[in-house]
């Protein structure tokens, strides 16, 4: 289960505060498929970082495509 309990996060400070996240709750069931949807800017990077979401991957292997020779 993926729990992230009253996020909130802010760029900046006073009158120009950018309020990226405020007071956000999310819980996604174990096995769920979900997807996080809005306009740039809107905060979901942000809010998938702070639960800790986002991992890096170790190893990412590329296959070249049908179309593109193996070598020159």
């Known amino acids: 289960m993926i729990t992230i309990e009253s ?3 802010s760029y900046g400070s006073g009158e ?6 405020q007071d956000v709750s ?3 069931a174990r096995g769920s498929i ?3 949807v809005g306009q740039s800017g809107a905060g979901k990077s942000t809010l998938l970082r702070r639960g800790r ?3 890096v ?4 292997e ?3 495509s049908p ?4 070598c020159c």
């Not at 120009?16 to 996240?21: D, G, I, Q």
């Not at 991957?57 to 990412?60: G, H, K, N, R, S």
């Not at 179309?67 to 193996?70: C, H, M, N, Q, S």
């Open 67 to 70: 179309a593109t020779p193996a």
């Open 57 to 60: 991957l170790d190893l990412v």
């Open 16 to 21: 120009r505060a950018v309020h990226a996240l």
């Open 34 to 36: 979900f997807g996080v």
């Open 53 to 55: 979401v986002l991992e």
């Open 7 to 9: 996020v909130s996060r």
């Open 62 to 64: 590329l296959a070249p």
């Open 26 to 28: 999310l819980h996604v």
